[in-house]
């Protein structure tokens, strides 16, 4: 069965940038027409949906986070990453990789663990 | 944006108990809701997606209804494992919005 992992640093000063990987085991990520999603938990708070990236060149944002945010995917290591520019504290998250099911249908299904991400020089 | 607004917001109940979970949307979304479940410390589980279908593997307790605005979860009889937090989400349109959460408590 599918899983995904995130990895990163945990800890990232402010006005840098965010960098993840999600690496996806069990299955192929330019195969299928899924959608993958990185979606942020705040500390003791609910969900936020970043964006997708699907046909591993074709991605969408949160019009929140637009400005700030790229999604993109290495098929060689069958791996989609999110970069978050220029964050503050209000970036300070639990970041969910997840997949969106085919065609984009809009439910989510594996995740990975999460990774806690802090913002803090 | 679509607005997902869950009531209420925490819950107190007994194991055996049924309860239900109310989920609304700021505007028509047809039958695109989905519902998950989140342990402390772990990832949130779809239990039921298009608003009444019962994820693979999902105990037959939970089920899903509702359509256009106002969605409810129940669960039909609360069994320890099920004290969480449960989140509604919309599929129906981009950016995909989730609800505040509400959080099942031990009565």
């Known amino acids: 069965q599918v899983q995904l992992q995130e990895s990163g640093p945990g800890l990232v000063k402010p006005s840098q940038t965010l960098s993840l990987t999600c690496t996806v085991s069990g299955g192929s990520i330019s195969r299928g027409y899924y959608f993958w999603t990185w979606i942020r938990q705040h500390p003791g708070k609910g969900l936020e949906w970043i964006g997708y990236?699907?046909?591993?060149?074709?991605?969408y944002y949160n019009p929140s986070l637009k400005s700030r945010v790229t999604i993109s995917a290495d098929t060689s290591k069958n791996q989609f990453s999110l970069n978050l520019n220029s964050v503050t504290a209000a970036d300070t998250a639990v970041y969910y990789c997840a997949r969106d099911q085919t065609g984009g249908l809009g439910w989510f299904d594996p995740w990975g663990q999460g990774i806690l991400v802090t913002v803090s020089s | 944006d679509i607005q997902m607004t869950q009531s209420p917001s925490s819950l107190s109940a007994s194991v055996g108990n049924r309860v239900t979970i109310t989920c609304r949307a700021s505007?028509?979304?047809?039958?695109?809701l989905n519902w998950y479940q989140q342990k402390p410390g772990k990832a949130p589980k779809v239990l039921i997606y298009?608003?009444?279908i019962l994820q693979s593997g999902v105990p037959s307790r939970f089920s899903g209804s509702g359509s256009g605005t106002d969605f409810t979860l129940t669960i039909s009889s609360l069994q320890p494992e099920d004290f969480a937090t449960y989140y509604c989400?919309?599929?129906?349109?981009?950016?995909?919005?989730f609800g505040q959460g509400t959080k099942l408590e031990i009565k």
């Open positions: 505007q028509s979304i047809s039958n695109y």
């Open positions: 990236i699907y046909n591993s060149e074709t991605s």
């Open positions: 298009d608003a009444s």
């Open positions: 989400q919309q599929s129906y349109s981009t950016p995909r919005t």
